[in-house]
């Protein structure tokens, strides 16, 4: 168990809903980070938030939004779904702002299924 | 900004040392190299850390040479739970604190 936890673990929506997900990062770790990964594919990266603050972004879409909140905990919003957008949405914590020299610790994701 | 590449899949058979490399040519020079793996469905788990030469823990060495454009991940006398996938991560440059991760290589192993 990383210490990271993502709610929920599934998502069956429709096309052109939104989601919502969330992630609560280890205790003490003040950084979020966001990950997609789609059928087979790589890990790309969304985007940081560190103590509430967005610290790098990445190519994430204009559709998606998040934010970290006073107690840590961060969320993911997924709105106007396509087909595409199904995948697995990862969350990781670590302790400081700028995740290099440091451990990412991920939780064990959200799976999305776009109908 | 170049991508950080891995070999797709590397196949090997129980018993064996493993090695994957990794290419960041565009490695920032403060920047930390990092190796996960990942099983299906789960999320990725820390293998092994190093910024430059040689590192060693209980699982895994990592070998970074001098111009550390390039790691290579040693997995020594592999078992079958080692069948994953192995990622490495570094930063995206200097002016930035992405953390882009690598393209990944598929290890099997046989019996």
């Known amino acids: 168990d990383s210490g990271v936890t993502q709610t929920p673990k599934h998502l069956i929506t429709a096309t052109g809903q939104r989601v919502t997900l969330r992630c609560s990062p280890r205790s003490g770790d003040l950084s979020v980070y966001w990950y997609q990964q789609s059928l087979d594919q790589g890990l790309q990266f969304l985007i940081q938030?560190?103590?509430?603050?967005?610290?790098a972004k990445g190519n994430i879409l204009e559709r998606f939004s998040a934010q970290q909140f006073p107690d840590l905990h961060s969320e993911l919003n997924l709105s106007s779904l396509e087909l595409g957008d199904s995948a697995l949405y990862f969350c990781a914590s670590s302790v400081g702002p700028r995740g290099r020299g440091e451990k990412l610790f991920f939780g064990s994701g959200t799976q999305l299924s776009v109908l | 900004l170049a991508k950080t590449t891995q070999p797709i899949s590397m196949d090997s058979y129980e018993g064996q040392e493993v090695n994957i490399t990794c290419s960041h040519n565009?490695?920032?020079?403060?920047?930390?190299i990092t190796w996960y793996q990942q099983f299906p469905s789960q999320g990725p788990r820390f293998i092994i850390q190093?910024?430059?030469t040689k590192v060693t823990n209980e699982v895994a060495s990592l070998f970074i040479p001098a111009d550390r454009k390039s790691s290579t991940l040693s997995l020594p006398r592999v078992s079958l739970s080692d069948t994953a996938v192995y990622y490495c991560l570094v930063g995206e440059g200097d002016n930035t604190d992405k953390l882009i991760f690598g393209t990944g290589t598929r290890l099997q192993v046989f019996p």
């Open positions: 190093g910024y430059k």
């Open positions: 938030y560190y103590n509430g603050e967005e610290r």
């Open positions: 565009n490695i920032a020079t403060n920047d930390y």
